[in-house]
T-cell receptor, first 112, second 110 residues
Framework: SQQGEEDPQALSIQEGENATMNCSYKTSINNLQWYRQNSGRGLVHLILIRSNEREKHSGRLRVTLDTSKKSSSLLITASRAADTASYFCATDGVQGAQKLVFGQGTRLTINP | DVKVTQSSRYLVKRTGEKVFLECVQD?????MFWYRQDPGLGLRLIYF???????EKGDIPEGYSVSREKKERFSLILESASTNQTSMYLC?????????FGPGTRLLVL
């Protein structure tokens, strides 16, 4: 069954603006991960946040996790055209620590 | 850098054919995974393997089988391809931790 669900499904912003994507999930997790997928390509791991962490940064990425609300957000600051991609959250802990359940993704378009 | 390779980027097969999709990783990862990705349905796990010769069904194993004879190689087999198996197939591996994905195989079954 679907675990992570992203919101919005699609987001279009101007270059230089910040982009925020949200993910909700249904059951307890060990960690939550965010991935990026460029059109027609494989997924690339961006960041992992553990269930006992509330916020994590990596370059222009900021991820928050609220386990009480079963939600996470991914913030991309100072967006660039190269950030245009689909972004997926993935959770584990439901059926075994190594299996991930992916949401359907947010399609982000950065307009020059 | 971890490298996960898949045998083909694009593949066209006929209904009823037996199809082999190969995946190789070069980082000695314990876990390997096969997903399919379809518009509106996201990524769905077909099978995964946590050790050589070990496999577990994912969410949609029907019509598929897998083989892992060596640690670095995980094969997905479509025993008798059908048109509803037209999809993007993604392989991934992990230590555990983050999963590393191959570039994907876009399979068209006619």
């Amino acid at each position: 069954s679907q675990q992570g669900e992203e919101d919005p499904q699609a987001l279009s912003i101007q270059e230089g603006e910040n982009a925020t994507m949200n993910c909700s999930y249904k059951t307890s997790i060990n960690n939550l991960q965010w991935y990026r997928q460029n059109s027609g390509r494989g997924l690339v791991h961006l960041i992992l946040i553990r269930s006992n962490e509330r916020e994590k940064h990596s370059g222009r990425l900021r991820v928050t996790l609220d386990t009480s609300k079963k939600s996470s957000s991914l913030l991309i600051t100072a967006s660039r055209a190269a950030d245009t991609a689909s972004y997926f959250c993935a959770t584990d802990g439901v059926q075994g620590a190594q299996k991930l359940v992916f949401g359907q993704g947010t399609r982000l378009t950065i307009n020059p | 850098d971890v490298k996960v390779t898949q045998s083909s980027r694009y593949l066209v097969k006929r209904t009823g054919e037996k199809v082999f999709l190969e995946c190789v990783q070069d980082m000695d990862h314990e876990n390997m995974f096969w997903y399919r990705q379809d518009p509106g349905l996201g990524l769905r796990l077909i099978y995964f393997s946590y050790d050589v010769k070990m496999k577990e069904k994912g969410d949609i194993p029907e019509g598929y089988s897998v083989s892992r004879e060596k640690k670095e190689r995980f094969s997905l087999i479509l025993e008798s391809a059908s048109t509803n198996q037209t999809s993007m197939y993604l392989c991934a591996s992990s230590w555990p931790g983050p999963q590393y994905f191959g570039p994907g195989t876009r399979l068209l079954v006619l």
